[in-house]
């Protein structure tokens, strides 16, 4: 989060934005089509394998279809990074 708060802050997201993200749920600092995206995150982080359908869906009522793997392909490589980052530079 660190990493990509500070990412954000350069791209110009407020830092209360970046603050309100575990509460992107409830936030109104984030629309709807932000906060299918953000679902999608949530889900694919922790169950790879699948995106559970009402995510799907939500995603659908917001995006076309390119626009939709643009974004899973986005957070999967972001996961990707993070995991490989983790594996290399974290002690357990």
């Known amino acids: 989060m660190e990493s990509h708060g500070a990412l954000a802050r350069r791209l110009g997201v407020a830092q209360e934005t970046i603050d309100e993200l575990g509460n992107y749920a409830r936030s109104d600092r984030y629309s709807d089509a932000e906060r299918a995206a953000l679902a999608a995150a949530i889900a694919i982080t922790r169950e790879p394998r699948a995106l559970p359908e009402t995510v799907r869906d939500g995603l659908r009522n917001h995006y076309d279809e390119g626009q939709i793997v643009e ?21 357990h």
Do not use: D, P, T
Not at 75 to 82: M, P, V
């Open 71 to 91: 974004i899973v392909c986005a957070i999967g490589l972001s996961n990707y990074f993070n995991r490989v980052e983790n594996a290399l530079h974290r002690s």
